[in-house]
């Protein structure tokens, strides 16, 4: 069936880095864009930017510019998010979501805990 | 960027009932690029409907969307146990896309 699988959840210190990968399984991996969107808690959904799987190009929020890199790996069909400079405010869960008709699947979702 | 306000913020009915969640857009979006999706505790959302009217896979014909411009509707005809969640609406058509507040809609 057709998912999408989250790497696991990351605890990191302020000013690190982290990354989260995104495997797609049971369709063509680079047919379809990838979006990344993350919920703080008590926060509504924060769009951060998506990936165009099949030539890599990619497009970020403005909250995020310079501080987010998206990537795939068609090969292995897997996209992954990177967020540098983490503060305690990015403290979330991460969702990768395909846009097909709608973003009409979603990862299980990573936590990323932002603590010193 | 286009704000989406949700109302009410909570909505408290029993099994059977009906639900009508509404979405207000700060400018006028086009249809074909607005969704609904359902939040349950711990779970990622699931899209219910796109283009506004069009019920994903696997979706219940309980659940309808109707609307356009800048004001939207998701109609739950009658409520089952699993139907209680949080509701987000979603434009993407505009960049960024983003999301409403959301709906919690419990149980009375």
């Known amino acids: 069936q057709v998912q999408l699988v989250q790497s696991g959840a990351e605890v990191k210190k302020p000013g690190a880095s982290v990354k989260v990968s995104c495997k797609a399984s049971g369709y063509t991996f680079t047919t379809y864009p990838m979006h990344w969107v993350r919920q703080a808690p008590g926060q509504r959904l924060e769009w951060m930017g998506w990936?165009?799987?099949?030539?890599?190009?990619?497009k970020y929020s403005q909250n995020f510019q310079g501080r987010v890199t998206m990537t795939r790996d068609t090969s292995a069909s897997t996209a992954s998010m990177e967020v540098s400079s983490l503060s305690s405010e990015d403290t979330a869960v991460y969702y990768c979501?395909?846009?097909?008709?709608?973003?009409?699947?979603w990862g299980q979702g990573t936590m990323v805990t932002v603590s010193s | 960027e286009i704000v989406l306000t949700q109302s009410p913020g909570t909505l408290s009915l029993s099994p059977g009932e009906r639900a009508t969640l509404s979405c207000r857009t700060s400018q006028s979006v086009s249809s074909s690029y607005l969704g609904w999706y359902q939040q349950k505790p711990g779970q990622a959302p699931r899209l219910l409907i796109y283009g506004a009217s069009s019920r994903a896979t696997g979706i219940p014909d309980r659940f309808s969307g109707s609307g356009s411009g800048t004001d939207f509707t998701l109609t739950i005809s009658r409520l089952e146990p699993e139907d209680f969640a949080v509701y987000y609406c979603?434009?993407?058509?505009?960049?960024?896309?983003?999301f409403g507040g959301g709906t919690k809609v419990e149980i009375k």
């Open positions: 990936i165009n799987a099949g030539n890599g190009n990619t």
């Open positions: 979501a395909r846009y097909g008709d709608g973003f009409d699947i």
């Open positions: 979603q434009q993407y058509g505009y960049s960024p896309p983003t």
